[in-house]
């Protein structure tokens, strides 16, 4: 089972032709970011049609802890809720907050990536890091090399629940999985089987509750 863990399409129509695309290529789960502003309960009636589990996803930006639980607050229901902190204080607050499922990292913070961060996470009892393949579409300079070489490394190293995304907002970003497995484990130097699992499975492990739980 494959599962592309944020998309955000610009509109239904575009929607309607990724998850085509997605399910050609194996995808059973495919995660929309709400910020993308496509109606859910259109998005869910195009993913039904074609076998596809749609859940929601929300992302909330803070660098400090503050700004977290305001973020936290004020966001709407998705199934997903991820938090894409700038500071580790805001990193420290998502790992442990009950609310939050997964953490996205980014370029610049890749040592979010650590054990402490994993200590929080596992005390919580679910959770993980997202990170997306959207920087290597957009530019695929020594930059985005090496932050991937880190992330996925560390990720690797700490044997750290992963969850990854396209951010794909037209069919032309998407990634067929084993060519993101192949990406990831050729940029980092890991088992193809482990990128696999980044790329299904972990999901199980982030947001074991979104099985059985789908709201818009």
């Known amino acids: 089972m494959y599962v592309d863990f944020g998309i955000k399409p610009r509109s239904v129509e575009e929607l309607s032709i990724m998850l085509d695309r997605l399910r050609f290529m194996g ?3 495919v995660v929309l970011d709400i910020g993308s502003g496509v109606d859910v309960g259109e998005a869910r009636r195009e993913a039904e ?3 596809v589990r749609l859940l ?3 992302v909330i930006k803070a660098s400090t802890r503050r700004d977290a639980r305001r973020g936290l607050d ?6 997903v809720v991820v938090l894409q902190p700038t500071g580790l204080d805001a990193a420290r607050y998502a790992a442990a907050n009950k609310r939050v499922h997964a953490v996205k990292v980014e370029p610049g913070y ?4 650590d054990r402490g961060e994993l200590r929080i996470l596992r005390a919580k009892g679910f ?12 530019g695929l300079d020594v930059g985005v090399i090496r932050f991937y070489y880190r992330v996925f490394r560390r990720s690797y190293a700490l044997k750290a629940p992963l969850a990854v995304s396209s ?9 067929e999985p084993h060519s993101a497995a192949a990406f990831i484990a050729g940029v980092a ?22 099985w059985g739980n789908s709201r818009s």
């Not at 959770?127 to 957009?138: D, I, M, Q």
């Not at 951010?167 to 990634?175: K, M």
């Open 110 to 113: 890749e040592k979010i990536v």
């Open 167 to 175: 951010d794909a907002e037209s069919l032309l970003d998407l990634w």
């Open 74 to 79: 004020s966001a709407p229901k998705a199934d």
């Open 27 to 29: 995808y059973k789960v």
């Open 49 to 51: 049609k074609r076998g």
């Open 56 to 58: 929601t996803k929300v």
């Open 189 to 210: 130097g890991i088992p193809y089987r482990v990128a696999l699992r980044w790329l299904g499975s972990s999901i199980g492990v982030i947001a074991p509750g979104t």
């Open 127 to 138: 959770g993980g890091f997202e990170v997306s393949l959207a920087h290597a579409v957009r």
